[in-house]
């Protein structure tokens, strides 16, 4: 069965760090990927997706994340952060069945001046 | 384009009661997906339309019910309303075919009493 697992529940960083986000996938073929990013009562809004080629992706407002089949992961970064980018990011993969989406259960991400 | 709309967004409930949610997805999207997230399940799959079928199903009671209509907008219902119903119901839809990414809705904040 499909799952996502992101490890970390909640991460603080200063404003202008790097930032890396965990994200482990169990899916039997090759998975689409996604990260979604979720800002208080807000819907999610993606970032980015991988189906297929290059394993580093890009996304919008400056993430980035890179596919690594041999690990099972699909890590987010961005080079540096800021304070605009505190939200709950979410990692989400989707069957091949159909169009049912498997979120893991996100990262809070805290920006400190 | 414009996006997904779901109404209401706010809706104050008191238990035994059913209630009524509605999603219009993006012109052109036949699939419309709903979850259900509340901070100590986050995100949790109710089921997915596409084209009037449901196609996909979570792992909620029967009382968590949903259609679609011929213009892909979509209702989801929920029949005797429980404390643990509390939660934000999000809708996302998409283009259909697996692997494409879901546009989310702002989600109804839905509270039971």
């Known amino acids: 069965a499909q799952s996502v697992t992101q490890p970390d529940i909640h991460i603080t960083v200063s404003e202008g760090a790097s930032l890396e986000l965990r994200c482990n996938y169990s899916?039997?073929?090759?998975?689409?990927l996604f990260w979604y990013v979720q800002s208080p009562g807000q819907g999610l809004q993606l970032l980015l997706k991988?189906?297929?080629?290059?394993?580093l992706v890009q996304g919008i407002k400056g993430f980035e994340a890179e596919f690594k089949r041999s690990q099972s992961s699909f890590n987010l970064r961005k080079p540096s952060v800021h304070w605009s980018d505190a939200a709950e990011y979410f990692c989400?993969?989707?069957?091949?069945?159909?169009?049912?989406?498997?979120f893991g259960t996100g990262t809070s991400l805290t920006v400190i001046p | 384009k414009a996006g997904v709309t779901q109404t209401p967004r706010y809706l104050i409930k008191t238990r035994g009661q059913q209630v009524t949610l509605s999603c219009s997805p993006i012109?052109?999207?036949?699939?419309v997906s709903w979850y259900q997230q509340t901070p100590g399940q986050g995100l949790q799959f109710l089921f997915e339309?596409?084209?009037?079928?449901?196609?996909n199903k979570g792992n909620f009671p029967g009382r968590f019910s949903g259609r679609q209509f011929s213009n892909s907008r979509s209702e989801m219902n929920v029949s005797t309303l429980e404390l643990g119903d509390s939660a934000l119901y999000l809708c996302?839809?998409?283009?259909?075919?697996?692997?494409?990414?879901?546009?989310f809705g702002p989600g109804t904040r839905l509270t039971v009493l």
């Open positions: 012109s052109g999207h036949r699939s």
């Open positions: 339309y596409f084209s009037e079928t449901q196609r």
């Open positions: 899916y039997g073929a090759t998975p689409y």
């Open positions: 991988y189906f297929s080629g290059d394993t």
């Open positions: 989400a993969v989707v069957s091949n069945t159909g169009n049912q989406f498997y």
């Open positions: 996302a839809s998409s283009a259909g075919t697996s692997g494409y990414e879901q546009f």
